[in-house]
C-alpha cells in the first residue's frame, strides 16, 4: 500500500502497537505524527524515520487526555504537513484492580486516557476531515469490552465506551466520506503484555506487525466501504 502525501497521527506511538506503526506509515511513504508523553522516545523515533524511510516523521509531546495538549497537537500536524488524512486513537491506561479496589484516582485516569484522549482526538480530527470530505478514523478498543475479567472494571469500561462513540461518530461523518472503525484487539505481543502477563504464549497473541497490516488496510482506498463497525482480532487465541 502506497501512502505518499498522506498524514498520519497515531497516539501512544511511543511503544508498543504504536510504535509498530508509525514506522509501517513511514515506510510505505507517508507523514506521520509521533505523539506520546516521553519527549526523548519520541525523537529518537521520529529521527530513526527521518533518516531511513520513504516517509516523513513529526514528533509532538503531548498527553492525549489534556484538550489543550490535543488541540495543539493537532496545531502542529496543519502548521507542518496541512492535512490529518488518518487518525489512530491507540494510546491507553490499563491498571488491573478489582472494583472494590480501585481508587478514584485509577479510575480517573484510565478514563481519561482511553475515553477521552479518543474523544478530544476524534473531534478534532472529525473537523478537519469534514471540511476536506475526506479521511478516515482507527479507535483501538478491546476484546476487553465484551469479554469480561476479573480485575478490568475500569479498562472494560472504556473500551465498550470506544465502541459506541465510534458509532455515533461513524453515523455523524457518513455523508463527508469520513471512515470511522473500532477495532477490538485481543493480545498483542508487546513489551507491556508481556510483562503482565507471564503464563501466556505470546506466540499464540497478536503480532504487533499483523496488527499493523490490518489497520493499514483499513486505512487505505480499498477499505471505504468499512465503516460504523467494530472488528474484532483475537489471533489465534480464543
Do not use: C
Not at 491507540?90 to 486516557?113: C, F, G, M, P, R
Amino acid at each position: 500500500m502506497n501512502y505518499d502525501g498522506k498524514t498520519v497521527i497515531v497516539t501512544g506511538s511511543s511503544r508498543g502497537l504504536g510504535k509498530e506503526l508509525v514506522f509501517q506509515y513511514a515506510n510505505a511513504g507517508a507523514n506521520v505524527v509521533v505523539t506520546a508523553r516521553s519527549k526523548e522516545k519520541i525523537n529518537s523515533i521520529s529521527k530513526k524515520i527521518n533518516e531511513e524511510l520513504a516517509g516523513t516523521a513529526l514528533a509532538v509531546t503531548a498527553d492525549i487526555s489534556k484538550e489543550e495538549d490535543v488541540i495543539r497537537l493537532f496545531e502542529k500536524t496543519i502548521n507542518n504537513f496541512g492535512q490529518v488524512d488518518i487518525l489512530i486513537n491507540n494510546a491507553a491506561a490499563h491498571k488491573a484492580l478489582s472494583v472494590e479496589n480501585t481508587d478514584i484516582d485509577t479510575w480517573e485516569k484510565t478514563l481519561a486516557v482511553n475515553l477521552t484522549g479518543t474523544f478530544l482526538a476524534s473531534r478534532e480530527a472529525a473537523k478537519i476531515m469534514k471540511s476536506n470530505k475526506s479521511g478516515t478514523i482507527i479507535n483501538i478498543s478491546s476484546t476487553a469490552a465484551d469479554n469480561y475479567f476479573p480485575g478490568f472494571g475500569a479498562y472494560s469500561a472504556t473500551k465498550a465506551g470506544i465502541i459506541g462513540f465510534s458509532n455515533v461518530l461513524a453515523e455523524e461523518m457518513r455523508d463527508y466520506n469520513v471512515n470511522v472503525i473500532s477495532i477490538k484487539l485481543g493480545l498483542v505481543n508487546t513489551e507491556y503484555t508481556r510483562s503482565r502477563i507471564k503464563n501466556g504464549n505470546p506466540e499464540e497473541w497478536i503480532q504487533p506487525e499483523e496488527a499493523s497490516n490490518l489497520i493499514l488496510y483499513l486505512t487505505s482506498n480499498s477499505a471505504k466501504i468499512i465503516t460504523g463497525t467494530a472488528i474484532e482480532v483475537n489471533g489465534k487465541r480464543k
